[in-house]
Structure formats: structure tokens, C-alpha cells
């Protein structure tokens, strides 16, 4: 059973940093895709970055490039988002996510994944 939990959120002013971290369980995941989406209140859940796993490429959404870096840590078996120059619009509850697989189209959307995590809220204050 694959099991992913999220943690690191909480509030930050704009302009600040947090890290978020989620920690992978119950699988290998040499050949998952694994992303963080966000949701905030009364909004549709976006894509925000991912990664996959056996090679280490990477994609951003356009919001976050730039600011935003998705790593990945082998022998935790855990994901992190480092998250710079924050914004208010950035405040979201950040949920982990992962499926299987090497391509990285259709990998924006949040139907495609299959495991999700709890989530962790991010506020940036103004």
C-alpha cells in the first residue's frame, strides 16, 4: 500500500521560504512520476511540479518557475518542494502525489495519479 505524507507547511510572509517534504512508502519508486498539486480555497487543484523519479528530470508549472525546485532523496525515499520568494497567491493546501510511469505528458493533471497524500497548509501573509 503506498503511502505518502506530507510535511513542512505552515505561515510565512511574502518573499519568504518554507520546505515541504513527502515521504514515499509501500513501493519502489524507481518508476513513478511523483508532483506536488496545490488547492486553494473555492479553486480547482493545480499542478505545481514534478519529477520523475529514476531520472531526476523535472517540470514546473509557469507560476512557480524559477521559485519553486522539486528534489528528490534516494535513500529517504522522500520528495521535497523548496519554495522561495513567496507569494500571497501561493497560499494553497500542497498535497503530494504519485503514479506510475516515465512520461511526462498528461502529467499535469490531477486525475492521472493514483496515490495521494493528506496535505499540509501554506499561508503567505502580505
Known amino acids: 500500500q503506498v503511502q505518502l505524507v506530507e510535511s513542512g507547511g505552515g505561515l510565512v510572509q511574502a518573499g519568504g521560504s518554507l520546505r515541504l517534504s513527502c515521504a514515499a512508502s509501500?513501493?519502489?519508486?524507481?518508476?513513478?512520476?511523483m508532483t506536488w498539486f496545490r488547492q486553494a480555497p473555492g479553486k480547482e487543484r493545480e499542478f505545481v511540479a514534478g519529477?520523475?523519479?529514476?531520472?531526476?528530470?523535472?517540470f514546473y508549472a509557469d507560476s512557480v518557475k524559477g521559485r519553486f525546485t522539486i528534489s528528490r532523496d534516494n535513500a529517504k525515499n522522500t520528495i521535497y518542494l523548496q519554495m522561495s520568494g513567496l507569494k500571497p497567491e501561493d497560499t494553497a493546501v500542497y498535497y503530494c502525489?504519485?503514479?506510475?510511469?516515465?512520461?511526462?505528458?498528461?502529467?499535469?493533471?490531477?486525475?492521472?495519479?493514483?496515490?495521494w497524500g493528506q496535505g499540509t497548509q501554506v499561508t503567505v501573509s502580505s
Open positions: 509501500g513501493r519502489t519508486f524507481s518508476s513513478y512520476i
Open positions: 519529477i520523475i523519479w529514476s531520472t531526476g528530470y523535472t
Open positions: 502525489a504519485a503514479k506510475r510511469g516515465l512520461v511526462v505528458v498528461g502529467s499535469r493533471s490531477s486525475r492521472s495519479y493514483d496515490y
